[in-house]
């Protein structure tokens, strides 16, 4: 018995039938693209102060033991792996003390600059397939409040990769302060030029470390240092006294004072150093410096201020005080001493300065008052005053 094949019906030609395969299964699935976005890529740098093994992790990154005041530097470097560019969109830096700069490396090796990473742009940097995107990190020790403690900042990148959008980076570093400065600057205040300045404080170890200090490292010419070793409760303290030699010429000192450490015997550490910080003036001082007021125009009105020495141990002794010739008969100056003594000297003098109604159609009388004083060094004080009038 033979069989005749059945011919196909006329809906069911080879066209049509193509038509009904895909209206049965819909669209074929689009391919997935061959790329995982931005890969990072491994970190063969050499490892950082107090990191004895390298973290398998490529997202992590341990900047180890960082000196405070120091700022720490990592680069990540991501590949782009998709077959079409990549586009950074955010940068979340996660801490204050953290900054983010991006960079590209184009396939022809030259390297461009991203956006700032606060910058609104929609999209900071892009990288073609197979180029390089750098996150450059640095970490500010300064800005660290914690000293002496472990500390995770995490960062967060946004991509446009469907492949991965996003990217989880982290850091770890300890701030390493070994000494704690009590109190955190020898501030010597105002110095006379004539009689100089001096201070101390006090250096404990702080931490979990125990460094020693050593010796004050060439101090700036003028400046004189010691620093002696105490124990105290079983532990050390070290007291630094420092000094500001006459004569000094007048104005601000900002000095950075440096002491070797040692890290444990024969291991040098690095140098601490200790800010010092006077203003130089004159040995004579007014408080306040200058002497101001407001006067009606039509009654009298006084104001004063007190002139001392800074020098210690010296009495002063005013001898008379002479107005501006065009202001004497509008102002009058006196003086008396505060602590005076059988020789006509005191360690401070006040100076009281008083109108003379009526004012002249002035808003303010200026000027400086010439103090005269009984002594060699010294012999005249000039003291600016200023009144206004209502």
Not at 17 to 35: I, Q, R, S, Y
Not at 61 to 75: K, N, R, S
Not at 78 to 103: H, W, Y
Not at 270 to 289: I, Q, S, W
Request: aromatic share 4%; net charge negative.
């Amino acid at each position: 018995m033979h069989l005749r094949p059945t011919p196909l019906r006329p809906w069911l030609r080879p066209g049509i039938l193509t038509l009904l395969v895909l209206a049965g299964c819909g669209k074929p699935a689009e391919p997935v693209p061959d790329g995982h976005g931005l890969v990072l890529l491994p970190d063969d740098g050499p490892l950082a102060r107090g990191v004895e093994k390298r973290d398998p992790r490529l997202e992590f990154h341990d900047f180890g033991l960082v000196p405070d005041g120091d700022t720490a530097t990592h680069v990540f470097r991501m590949r782009n792996s998709d077959p079409r560019p990549v586009a950074i969109e955010r940068v979340d830096p996660g801490c204050g003390c953290t900054v983010a700069a991006l960079r590209a490396v184009r396939l022809d090796g030259t390297v461009e600059q991203g956006e700032p990473i606060r910058s609104k742009a929609p999209k900071l940097l892009t990288v073609a397939p197979g180029e390089i995107a750098e996150l450059e990190v640095k970490i500010a020790s300064h800005e660290i409040a914690n000293k002496n403690n472990h500390k995770l900042v995490t960062i967060r990148i946004k991509t446009d990769s469907i492949n991965g959008y996003f990217l989880t980076l982290e850091v770890h570093v300890f701030v390493e302060q070994p000494f704690a400065l009590v109190p955190g600057t020898l501030a010597l205040g105002r110095v006379p030029e004539s009689g100089g300045g001096r201070g101390k404080l006090e250096i404990v170890q702080a931490g979990q470390f125990h460094y020693e200090l050593k010796e004050v490292l060439s101090p700036p010419p003028g400046v004189t240092t010691n620093l002696l070793k105490e124990i105290r409760l079983g532990l050390p303290v070290w007291v630094l006294e420092a000094a500001l030699e006459p004569p000094l010429e007048r104005g601000p000192r900002n000095i950075e004072l440096r002491i070797a450490t040692e890290e444990r015997p024969g291991v040098p550490g690095r140098e601490l150093e200790v800010p010092l910080t006077a203003t130089v003036v004159g040995d004579l001082a007014a408080e306040p410096e200058r002497l101001v007021f407001a006067s009606p125009r039509d009654a009298a009105q006084r104001g004063s201020c007190e002139l001392s020495s800074l020098l210690a141990g010296q009495r002063l002794r005013i001898t008379g005080i002479e107005l501006p010739e065009d202001q004497r008969g509008i102002l009058s100056a006196r003086y008396e001493p505060l602590d005076p003594d059988d020789g006509g000297t005191s360690v401070g003098w006040r100076i009281t300065l008083e109108t003379i109604p009526p004012l002249p159609e002035k808003d303010l009388l200026t000027g400086k008052l010439l103090v005269r004083l009984d002594d060699p060094q010294n012999p005249s004080f000039q003291l600016e005053y200023v009144v206004h009038i209502r």
